[in-house]
């Protein structure tokens, strides 16, 4: 059974930093690409960062680059996102997600559509 399970979430205020995990089980077949998401109450959930399996490309939202970074550990079948100077903007519920489909990173990432398995999500939560 497949499954992405999210952990990192929590408040914290702005400027701090937050490092949320996405850990996955049960792939029968090597996805491609692995995505955070995220989506705000009353907003479309947007791609915040994506890295290819194993390395190479990995492409941010420009509200985020610089202060996010996205990493990966193969043999834990885990990807990391490591949250700093977080801003109130932030707030969302944050989500993982993995997609078979090969295109480039920057189209992945305004793609959620394309990526089929996704976790239940943490929230991050920031104060101003």
């Known amino acids: 059974q497949v499954q992405l399970v999210e952990s990192g979430g929590g408040s914290v205020q702005a400027g701090g930093s937050l490092r949320l995990s996405c850990a996955a089980s049960?792939?029968?077949?090597?996805?491609?690409?692995v995505g955070w998401f995220r989506q705000a109450p009353g907003k479309e959930r947007e791609g915040v960062a994506v890295?290819?399996?194993?390395?190479?490309?990995?492409c941010y939202v420009d509200s985020v680059k610089g202060r996010f970074t996205i990493s990966q550990d193969a043999a834990k079948n885990t990807v990391y996102l490591q949250m700093n100077s977080l801003k109130f903007e932030d707030t969302a519920m944050y989500y993982c997600?993995?997609?078979?489909?090969?295109?480039?990173?920057?189209?992945?990432?305004?793609?959620?559509?394309?990526?089929?398995?996704w976790g239940q999500g943490t929230q991050v939560t920031v104060s101003s």
């Open positions: 997600a993995t997609s078979y489909y090969e295109r480039a990173c920057a189209y992945a990432l305004g793609t959620p559509a394309n990526f089929g398995y």
């Open positions: 890295i290819a399996f194993g390395g190479g490309a990995l």
């Open positions: 049960g792939f029968t077949r090597r996805y491609y690409y």
